[in-house]
């Protein structure tokens, strides 16, 4: 995914200029993932369910826990 997120940011959003491109500082690799993931719930309809256990954190592990 990241070379796509290269790819895209030299071939398509960077402006050629002269000496190279001016790349945008604004289009990060976390900006590009969150528009991938954002697109992909939305397409999907992803909803984040899991199922528990249902005997939560034992009591041995009660202080770690908080």
Known sequence: ME???LV????????PQ???RDLPEEFTFKTF???I???LEEELE???EIE???TG???AYAPAAG
């Open 3 to 5: 070379n796509l997120w």
């Open 46 to 48: 992803r909803t984040w």
């Open 33 to 35: 993932s969150d528009w």
């Open 57 to 59: 954190v034992p009591e």
């Open 37 to 39: 993931r954002h697109a």
């Open 8 to 15: 895209l940011r030299w071939a398509v959003v960077a402006r």
């Open 18 to 20: 002269r000496g190279g």
């Open 52 to 54: 528990m256990n249902g």
